[in-house]
């Protein structure tokens, strides 16, 4: 018997967090917070599963929405065991307590306590790891098979330490993607898939509704990145690159670099700052252990200032420069944000996104907009006018929708649960994966809704 409940990440991007209970033992799959939500709107719903048998929890990476929600579910359920990867403990290890310092000033008066600093440390050495393809097993205390449960981490290829996660039981084959990528990136090479046929498929389909025409490779987008890059920094300009500084930072430092030592743009000074420095060391410490396409190459060779000893912004446009500043959406109080409300002003600059942008974010709206335009990056300020221009550039970490339906076709589940997309995503690769294999039983899940096998 295996029980599946949706406890976040259900019709939408955001809190993934998925409870799954084989013959008895119960599994969290990731814990993550829901990016536009604040507080405690932003965890999923643990009291779903407050009557349920919990033994573990295994975390697939270190987004914020597939993370941080863990201190609060720990809070709650003190004895669970965690496992993941060695490069996700490290970057967790950064991650969460960043987390715990903006939420501080979310949660006042609310019921929940906050971690310390002091407890999330402790949190951080419960943490278990393992590497890719290093089977473990595990047993819940109310365990109603002999058998026991026999996990393994599979390298996901979308940010340093993802992976997929690959459970066995009494003879059948679970595989959850997690967050899914199978091209190359500058840095990374793509996913690695488990070689057997799987019963059930719990997978993302964050691209299910986008066009993959508007998706190009990274070496064609680019090429497409350096011709827009030439066109502002010879014209006097400089370019902002909102970026998440987790994944996004490095691949795209990365390739602008590789771009200035093939003589393909100019050389300029690159800014980069905060936690992200931090997590490219973590990228360079593990270069021979993870599967990048060069692991003689390191970030710590790329010249780089801290755009946090900038006193004057306007320093940035006395000459030529590329701004790599997180957070990657443009969210209020971020570096981004901040330099995001000098960069409008600038006519011969420009700001490059380079991701996914949710509706609701300041991102959105930059990323939608072109010269003479005006926009309102939050309540508190006035509608102003777009002088600089903006470009909006495709540099996925996520498998576009044809990629997803590989998997599917490759992995050949018989049952397919799909997660981590909203509802016209979900409804594109649904009707694909049935058109592809009509005898495929599949769900689109539901927030709390209970499915049984």
Known sequence: MIKFIPLGGAGEIGASCFYLNIAGTGIILDCGMHPQKKGLDALPDFDLIQNENIDFVLITHAHQDHLDALPFLIKRFPYLQIFTTPQTRAVAELTLQNTISILREQISEEKYQLYSHEEIDLLIQSIQYKSYEEKFSLRGY????????????????????????????????????GDINLQKQSLLSGAYLPKQKIDLLITESTYGSTDSSKILEWQKEAERLAKSLNKILNNNGSVLIPVFALGKMQEMLSMIYKLMRSNKIPQVDIYTGGIANKISRIYDYNRFVINENDPTFELSQIPQINYFEVKNHNDFFNSPCIVLASSGMVIEKTASYKFAQQWLKQSKSAIFTVGYMDSQTPGYQIANARKGDKIKLSEFFEEEEVKCEVQHFRFSAHSKREDLLQIVELLNPSTVILVHGDVPAIDWMGANILKQNPAVKLFAVEKGKEINF
């Open 142 to 177: 109310k365990h109603e098979s002999k058998s026991e449960i026999n996990i393994s981490f599979h390298d996901a290829g979308h940010i340093i330490g993802s992976a997929g996660i690959f459970i066995e039981h009494d003879g059948k084959k679970i595989f959850y993607t």
